[in-house]
């Protein structure tokens, strides 16, 4: 099974600031891999696919990068209704796996 | 839009079985596969395994194959999950979530709690 170590578990932060998550792959996936947004109680929220892509409706404050096996989920400025968890999963081969998720609260 | 409304929490005993329905809406229910994960208290996301709406054919997680099973209901747009022979550490939130033709996953059901204990 592919392994996701994703980064930080945690991290507090403030309104505006620039955020960045990371995710590591145990091998190459070609980019198939998807951000998600989940809040307690609701169904997590595609934000992006295929790394660097922009799901319909997402703000473009969320982007996605790719270095190697290392993907990474940047929020260019954190807005109040940011604060949630985040995780990356990948779609390369079954099983999908999944990053342990961070969650980002408020400073 | 694309909807996927689970089914309400469960409780059951070790041993016994539990079915959870994801019922949804708002796109061509054989066009997209639909993928079951858990989150259990405190851990990450396990993907379950995948079952295709268009002819009902199943991908399972290899540690779950024994003991789960995913089917359609064309009729009433619904996808069903039985777990079979619950054992505690099979209490989690249960998810489904459809799948793209290129195999992300863009929308999500709710989430259903189920309980395994004596």
């Known amino acids: 099974d592919i392994q996701m170590t994703q980064s930080p578990s945690s991290l507090s932060a403030s309104v505006g600031d620039r955020v960045t998550i990371s995710c590591r792959a145990s091998?190459?996936?070609?980019?198939?891999l998807a951000w998600f947004q989940h809040k307690p109680g609701k169904a997590p929220k595609l934000l992006l696919f295929?790394?660097?892509r922009l799901e319909d409706g997402v703000p473009s404050r969320f982007s996605g990068g790719t270095s190697g096996t290392d993907y990474t989920l940047t929020l260019s400025s954190l807005q109040p209704e940011d604060f949630a968890t985040y995780f990356c999963q990948q779609y390369y081969s079954r099983p999908w796996t999944f990053g342990q998720g961070t969650k980002v609260e408020i400073k | 839009q694309v909807k996927l409304v689970q089914s309400g929490p469960e409780v059951k005993k070790p041993g016994a079985s539990v079915k959870v329905s994801c019922e949804t809406s708002?796109?061509?229910?054989?066009?997209?596969?639909i993928s079951w994960m858990r989150q259990a208290p405190g851990q990450g996301l396990e993907w379950l395994g995948w079952v295709s709406a268009y002819n009902g054919n199943t991908k399972y997680a290899q540690r779950l194959q024994d003991r789960v099973s995913m089917t359609t209901d064309t009729s009433t747009n619904t996808v069903h999950m039985e777990l079979r022979s619950l054992k505690s550490d099979d209490t989690a939130v249960y998810y489904c979530a459809r799948e793209t033709m290129t195999y992300y996953m863009d929308a999500w059901g709710q989430g259903t709690t189920v309980t395994v204990s004596s």
């Open positions: 708002g796109y061509v229910f054989t066009s997209y596969g």
């Open positions: 091998q190459d996936i070609r980019s198939s």
């Open positions: 295929a790394a660097s």
